[in-house]
């Protein structure tokens, strides 16, 4: 199907270890869409193997109709898919505005010498770029550190420069890993509202998180793992009475 | 990848120091070091793009400055090649030799990486000794000087300084725009540079690629400055001390190797009748630079610039701004 991100009976093993056993899920435009489950079940195993920083065992992930199981993690970045880090990834000798420029990388069609002469396409570039990134910032709520070196962020701050990060890039799907671990109750409101504003927008959103209070909030879907297999799909309302769910969540 | 008013004056006052230094000095032997610290600052300038900005630790360096030297002569003294094509050639000539040599090395872990590049450094100075039919072996060959009026000391001093400028200020241009970034983040965090779709391996090589035509540049400008060569001058002990110019003056930073450069061709002329313990004063200088400025001097610099204009660190709440946000968000390429 186009528009869609699918990955389809999606395994996975580490030595003796099942990581991920047959997991399939689609992730629509203009809808965010919870991973759930314990720690192991193989939530951020799963991001990984969508985002291509682990090669699959079987199965497949499909970008808008496209075959990407193959495809190197910039590949699927340059066809729309970005993503956050559970320990963000960010580059700390930079500046905020430098690390949210970054995600303008995949529109940069300058070559190497085009840019050691300064000529006027990377020039323009650039300005386009350090303007996107300067309005996600604001967007997201770090304005006021525009010029401030990414390692003297908080850590809330720091989470927050990667989703401005990612939203540089422009991209059609957006996977979240634990944005709220580590925020207070007022930030995780703030990270909710941002996380509505991308949705409206039409980006599809796999949200990865710990707080399932917060995931039956914001989500549309929700997906429950345990074990590296789906024990709930559907509604958010669905998974959260589904019993297996409850067992594993409270231990009944 | 800032801007604002000290650099541009700093850089303006340098540059008119750097032009008028022949008329401000008539001592040739000043002149001639200046010259040398030219010639090591071409060579540096891009070393620092691999090596500071982009982590890529290259020591062997030297045998590109050597094949660079040795083409020069060999086409503009033998082959009676315009000296300006022959320095071209011996810089293109080290840029293929740099993407053969970066082609499988750079696939390696930071210190295999390393080593390649030194065992290549090693290979250069004993293929210089050894092969006898092309490059004289241990008697060397004289270096042609360049044309009028770059045959005079102070013509080829500017020549050199014009050509360092001109490297400096791409790899300025290099490291302030995009390509910079993407170095500078495949270096800290290769995760976070493929996650916004950043060629690792591609970005590498075409640093590397570049860092090798400059220094087969240099290489030929080295040779004129020395006006003879022998393998003797490119020992690989000379790529080591390019490496540790770029940490004295500070890796990553613009300024840097000018400084690092400075250090390196100054230091044996400075302490004059202790000449023989040039190579201690230099490793004595790496030593304090390592202990008390891990950035080099050129980060020292960078830091009391930008504590002219610190902003207060003050802790401020995260307010986002959702209209903005979502107008940003639908906005059409």
Request: proline share 5%; hydrophobic share 50%; aromatic share 10%.
């Amino acid at each position: 199907m186009t528009g869609i991100l699918e990955a389809r009976t999606v395994a996975k093993h580490f030595g003796g270890l099942v990581a991920v056993d047959g997991v399939s899920l689609e992730l629509r435009p203009g809808e965010v869409h919870g991973l759930i489950g314990p720690n192991g079940s193989g939530k951020t195993t799963l991001l990984n193997l969508i985002s291509g920083y682990y090669p699959i065992d079987s199965g497949g992930i499909h970008l808008s109709g496209t075959d990407v199981t193959r495809r190197s993690v910039q590949d699927r970045a340059r066809s729309g898919l970005a993503r956050t880090f559970q320990t963000p990834k960010l580059v700390l000798s930079l500046s905020v505005l430098d690390n949210a420029m970054l995600g303008g990388w995949p529109d940069v069609r300058s070559g190497f010498l085009e840019t050691a002469f300064a000529a006027p396409r990377p020039r323009r570039e650039e300005a386009e770029i350090r303007e996107r990134a300067t309005t996600m910032l604001r967007g997201v709520g770090l304005g006021a550190v525009l010029e401030r070196r990414a390692d003297l962020l908080e850590h809330t701050a720091q989470r927050f420069l990667e989703i401005a990060r990612a939203l540089t890039m422009r991209p059609k799907f957006l996977l979240l890993d634990e944005p709220a671990g580590g925020l207070t109750t007022a930030e995780i409101e703030r990270l909710g509202a941002i996380i509505g504003v991308i949705r409206d927008s039409g980006v599809g959103v796999l949200l990865v998180e710990h707080h399932t209070d917060f995931v039956f909030r914001v989500c549309d879907r929700v997906t429950a793992l345990n074990l590296g297999r789906t024990i709930a799909h559907g509604t958010t309302t669905e998974v959260r009475y589904h019993s297996d769910v409850i067992r594993v969540y409270l231990g009944a | 990848m800032k801007h604002h008013h000290v650099r541009p004056a700093i850089v303006g006052a340098f540059a008119i120091f750097a032009a008028l230094l022949p008329y401000i000095t008539g001592n040739l032997y000043y002149l001639h070091v200046a010259t040398v610290i030219g010639v090591y600052w071409v060579l540096i300038a891009t070393l620092n793009l691999l090596v500071g900005f982009t982590g890529q630790l290259s020591v062997g360096h030297v045998g590109l400055l050597a094949i660079g030297a040795y083409a020069f002569c060999l086409l503009a003294g033998g082959q009676g090649w315009n000296p300006f094509l022959a320095l071209l050639a011996g810089g293109a000539i080290c840029a293929v030799i740099g993407l053969v040599l970066g082609l499988p090395s750079l696939r390696l872990p930071g210190f295999y990486f390393a080593m390649a590049t030194l065992a290549f450094g090693l290979i250069v100075s004993e293929l210089a000794l050894a092969e006898q039919w092309l490059t004289n072996g241990s008697v060397g060959m004289p270096a042609p000087s360049f044309p009028t009026p770059f045959d005079t000391p102070w013509g080829f001093y500017w020549l050199v300084l014009g050509i360092a400028a001109f490297v400096t200020w791409m790899t300025a241009n290099l490291a302030r725009l995009m390509w910079g970034r993407a170095m500078v983040a495949l270096r800290d965090s290769t995760v976070a540079a493929s996650s916004v779709a950043v060629p690792i391996y591609l970005t590498k090589l075409m640093v590397f690629v570049f860092s090798g035509f400059t220094a087969g540049i240099s290489g030929g400008l080295y040779a004129t400055s020395q006006s003879y060569i022998t393998p003797d001058a490119f020992i690989v002990n000379l790529g080591i001390y390019f490496f540790v110019a770029i940490i004295i003056g500070g890796r990553g930073v613009i300024i840097g190797p000018f400084i690092g450069a400075a250090v390196l061709a100054a230091i044996p002329e400075l302490v004059g009748p202790l000449a023989k313990y040039g190579t201690f004063f230099y490793g004595f200088i790496l030593l304090i630079v390592v202990l008390v400025l891990p950035g080099g001097f050129g980060e020292l610099i960078t830091n009391l610039l930008a504590r002219l204009r610190r902003e207060p660190l003050v802790s401020s709440s995260i307010e986002p701004d959702l209209e903005a946000l979502r107008v940003a968000i639908r906005a059409k390429p």
